[in-house]
Every structure is written in C-alpha cells, then in structure tokens.
C-alpha cells in the first residue's frame, strides 16, 4: 500500500472520533489566527492553509455519525494531523517530471494529473476574504431582484452578513475571554443581531452543510468537497462558522451557481456575469487612471465590413496602450480532481483565447489601419497612433494557480502573457500611483517574462516595487518566493480589514439591555459583553 493511502485512512480514521471537530477549531485557530503585526512576517510553510483544513472538515462531515472513542487528547490529535499533511504534500513530488529540459519539463507537468492537481490545491488561497466584498455588490448588482424574489436576500444583505461575521471573531480574538474554540467560533441563534437583521438567518441556512448532502466517496483533495461551498454547521441552538475564508468565498459565488439552475434565468445571469466582469475592471482602474482615458467594449474595425476583434477594457495616455481581456471562466471541478483534458480546457477559455484576442488586438492597433467603435453607442473613436502596447488576461473569480498555469502553457512561445484575477489587479492599483507606473510595471513584465519566474502575480509586483524587476548580472532565470507577496498580508489587508470593521457597531448601537448579545453567546448582554 502506498503511503498516500495510508495517510488518507489514517485521516479518515482520526475524522471520526467523536471529538474531531474540536480537534479541527484548534487547527483553525492555530494555523489561520495571527495578530497583524505577525501577518507578514509569518513563515506560512509551518502553517496548514485554507484548502488543507476545508479538506479535513469534508472528512469529519463524511465520518462524524461514527462517533469512535477518542485515542489522544485533542492537542497530540491535533498535532499528528498537522504532520500527516505535511507528510501527504510530500508524496506528490514523486509525480513531478525529472527535469530534462526548460521546454519538455513544463510540457510534461502541464501533462501530469497528480502535478496539475497539486498546484490547484496546495496554491494560495488567491484573494483576501474582505476582497470578495469589495466586489460582491457589483457582480450581482444587476441580479437582485432574482435574489430577492427567490432566495430572499440581496447582495448587499450577504456583504453586511460578512462582515458582522467577521468582525465578530476578531472581536473575540482581540477583546473577548472565550472559553474554548467552540465558543470562539459559534453563533447563537439567540442574537440581537439576528433579531435587526433577520435576512442574515436566510443566507446562513442556504449555506448551511446537510446530512443529506454526503459523499461516502469524498476521500482526495481533488474530490468535490461540498464544505466549500456549504462552510456552515448548524447545532440546534446556533451556527459554526470555523471558516470565515470561505463563508466570503460561498457567498461571491454561490448566487451564480443558484441563477443557473434556474433555467428562464441563466441566460440573463451569464450576460450580467459578463458584464459586470468589465465593470469591476474599470471601476478598480478607475481609482488611479482618469476615468475618460479608460475606454470598454470597443470593436476594432478594419473597414467597415471586417471586425478584427473586440477589446474589454483599455488605458489609452500619450501613445501608449494597456489592454485588458476580461473572462469570467473558472476552473471546473474536473480540473481541481486532476483531469488534463478538462483543465486544459477550462485552461483555454480562462486564458488562451483571452491571449489570442489580445495579440488580434494589437497586431491590428499597432498597424495604425483600424477604426475603433463604442459597442454601447456605436460612436467611433480616434485612437491616435499609438506607439506601445501591453495586454494582460483578467479573470472574474478567484484562480491562485493562473500564474503558475500560463508558465506551463507559454513557455515555449518568447512571451510569457500576464494572467491575474480581479484581486490582484486591485492590489496592482492600490500600490501604483499613476498610469505611468503602471505602464511601467507592465512593461517591464512583459520583457522580463521568461527570465522571472514565481507562482503568483503579487510576488511579481512585490519584487517590482522593492527591485524594479531589474535583471540581475550572471543570471538567466530568477525564482522568487511567495513570500515576497506576503507583505501585502499587512501592507494592504490590515486597511481593508479596518475600513470595514469600523463600522462594526452599526450592528448593534440599538441594542437594548435586555437583548441577547451581540456576540453570539445566547445570553443576555447584561451578563455577557456589558458585563
């Protein structure tokens, strides 16, 4: 038997013991809590990440009813697990090609269903949860009313939900005595803010995790594991939300996936997808560039009958172009399970065709032959000539391992293309100053695509900032590290987390003494945070 399935038994063995699932909110706490002074500095190597726990939570879910007697105490419990993940990240390393040379080695990995499989599960989790709030409202703006009418909230009722969620557990960390990490992570039906808010119930029972809902057949990483997408566990008395992460990753996606079960709805639903895929493009471009420089959904003509193709987005400033091909295509289950003919699929409709479009693009741009025509109004625009151009592919939903994925598919080709999801793009924006730097950036990315080489676009921008993406002499390829993304972790999350938990006690500046508390504990404020 091989190691990997020993592990895998050994984890579904410990995942029904009945006190499992305390020994998984100590494993949250320990490996996903940190104060924000450690944010950047932590070495995430010794730590389990989101995509590591949510796979053992799919286990305790699949094996609970068992209820096995206990064999350690919950910290040596919590402790083997660690080291049997770690110990099963290893065993995908024997699947990884030898080494022959640049060209072939990235053929065969990008051949390699345990390789592929690797990459989707062990990356980055790809935004920050706040992130997905920044956005939630409009990419679903436009479908409200469908969410109303038929799941009985609103985008803006899921953002508010987040955010009371989340600034609850912070309030526990930082100002509240818990008495264990049940208490730190549980959320009393007997609430006052439940009480203000009730639509906040209605959104936590459609993700809540059903009985009904297992898999006996959930044993991998790459299997579908509906925790996910259901992060929820509800008692008789109160809700568990041991995963804020993926509350926020559930309620930007979750809506989409209900619209396209509704039949008479789904065609209306994937062209608000599109379209608000563009406006979240512009509207983060729009923080740093002036607005009437930022041109979308443009069509290139060559005469009046000939369309070459058509641009999504695109910054226009003294003779220099940034272009940008927006795609809502994300990675299907398939993929993440280690299917090479559906990853590189999923592959080709999130990235490939967006570089195609782009090259049409600028291949027609830079011949200075072309007319150029607002899709919305048909009003036909002087473009001017323009002496230099940079395209990148730009994803709606979070995708961590783009990055890593288009060096597989393009390293053969001179040009690497720069792929990243909207959440990067933001970061780009917060931390540039003006259109010149970002220009500049991605030139410089562009030209130094194959002799720089990292797993994310933040280490990438990290590295520019600090360095300039300056080539350094007697090298011909440089690695960088994921941790030179880390320093966003405070740089830029730390802000976003206090701009919207400034505004936590809008939840509860009417609440009464005779209210439930505030802080999910079920009882009476007086006798709790008051108290």
């Known amino acids: 038997m091989s190691r990997r399935r020993e592990i895998l038994l050994e984890l579904n063995r410990l995942s029904s013991e009945k006190n499992f699932l305390e020994v998984l909110l100590l494993l949250c706490n320990k490996n996903l809590n940190s104060r924000s002074d450690e944010l950047a500095?932590?070495?995430?190597?010794?730590?389990?990440?989101?995509?590591?726990?949510?796979?053992?939570?799919?286990?305790?879910?699949k094996n609970k009813h068992?209820?096995?007697?206990?064999?350690?105490?919950?910290?040596?419990?919590?402790?083997?697990?660690?080291?049997l993940m770690d110990e099963f990240h290893y065993t995908f390393i024997e699947f990884f090609p030898k080494f022959d040379s640049t060209d072939s080695y990235h053929k065969q990995f990008r051949n390699s269903s345990e390789a592929i499989k690797e990459t989707i599960f062990y990356s980055a989790s790809g935004a920050y949860d706040y992130q997905f709030m920044n956005f939630l409202e409009l990419k679903y703006g436009n479908d409200d009313k469908w969410l109303e009418e038929n799941k009985g909230f609103t985008s803006s009722d899921a953002k508010n939900l987040f955010v009371y969620i989340k600034s609850t557990l912070n309030y526990k960390l930082n100002l509240k005595n818990y008495n264990d990490d049940i208490e730190l992570y549980t959320i009393s039906f007997d609430n006052y803010v439940f009480k203000k808010f009730p639509r906040f119930k209605v959104i936590l029972d459609l993700l809540t995790f059903s009985d009904d809902n297992i898999d006996i057949n959930f044993n991998d990483v790459g299997d579908f594991n509906r925790f996910k997408i259901q992060p929820i566990i509800k008692t008789k008395t109160s809700y568990i939300i041991p995963l804020s992460y993926l509350l926020a990753e559930a309620l930007y996606d979750s809506p989409f996936y209900w619209m396209n079960e509704d039949k008479q709805y789904i065609s209306k639903a994937l062209l608000n997808?599109?379209?608000?895929?563009?406006?979240?493009?512009?509207?983060?471009?729009?923080?740093?560039?002036?607005?009437?420089?930022?041109?979308?959904?443009?069509?290139?003509?060559?005469?009046?009958?000939?369309?070459?193709?058509?641009?999504?987005?695109?910054?226009?400033?003294?003779?220099?172009?940034?272009?940008?091909?927006?795609?809502?295509?994300?990675l299907t289950q398939l993929s993440k399970n280690g299917n090479i003919e559906q990853f590189q699929k999923d592959f080709k409709q999130a990235v490939q065709d967006a570089n195609c479009q782009s090259?049409?693009?600028?291949?027609?741009?830079?011949?200075?032959?072309?007319?150029?025509?607002?899709?919305?109004?048909?009003?036909?625009?002087?473009?001017?000539?323009?002496?230099?151009?940079?395209?990148?592919?730009?994803?709606?939903?979070?995708?961590?391992?783009?990055?890593?994925?288009?060096?597989l598919f393009f390293i053969e080709q001179e040009i690497i293309p720069i792929a990243m999801s909207i959440f990067d793009l933001e970061i780009i924006i917060e931390f540039i100053t003006d259109f010149d730097q970002l220009f500049d950036y991605f030139k410089k990315r562009t030209f130094h695509s194959k002799y720089l080489m990292a797993d994310n676009e933040l280490s990438y921008f990290s590295h520019y900032l600090k360095n300039d993406l300056t080539k350094f002499n007697n090298s011909d390829l440089l690695m960088l590290?994921?941790?030179?993304?880390?320093?966003?972790?405070?740089?830029?999350?730390?802000?976003?987390?206090?701009?919207?938990?400034?505004?936590?006690?809008?939840?509860?500046?009417?609440?009464?003494?005779d209210d439930f508390c505030f802080c999910g504990s079920g009882i009476n404020i007086e006798e709790c945070c008051n108290k």
């Open 41 to 61: 500095t932590r070495d995430l190597k010794n730590f389990l990440n989101e995509n590591e726990i949510s796979f053992l939570f799919g286990l305790w879910l």
């Open 66 to 83: 068992f209820k096995a007697e206990n064999e350690n105490d919950n910290f040596a419990t919590a402790s083997n697990i660690h080291n």
């Open 481 to 513: 590290d994921n941790n030179f993304a880390q320093r966003f972790d405070f740089e830029y999350y730390f802000p976003l987390l206090k701009k919207y938990e400034r505004n936590y006690m809008r939840f509860i500046e009417d609440i009464d003494s």
């Open 273 to 330: 997808r599109g379209n608000s895929a563009e406006q979240i493009v512009k509207s983060i471009l729009e923080k740093k560039i002036d607005s009437n420089k930022i041109f979308s959904s443009v069509e290139i003509k060559q005469n009046k009958a000939t369309s070459v193709s058509d641009i999504d987005i695109c910054i226009l400033q003294d003779k220099k172009m940034l272009l940008f091909q927006v795609k809502s295509k994300r």
């Open 359 to 407: 090259t049409k693009c600028k291949n027609a741009i830079l011949s200075g032959d072309c007319e150029y025509i607002l899709k919305s109004s048909g009003e036909k625009i002087d473009f001017g000539d323009i002496d230099e151009l940079y395209t990148a592919c730009v994803v709606l939903d979070s995708y961590p391992s783009i990055t890593a994925h288009t060096r």
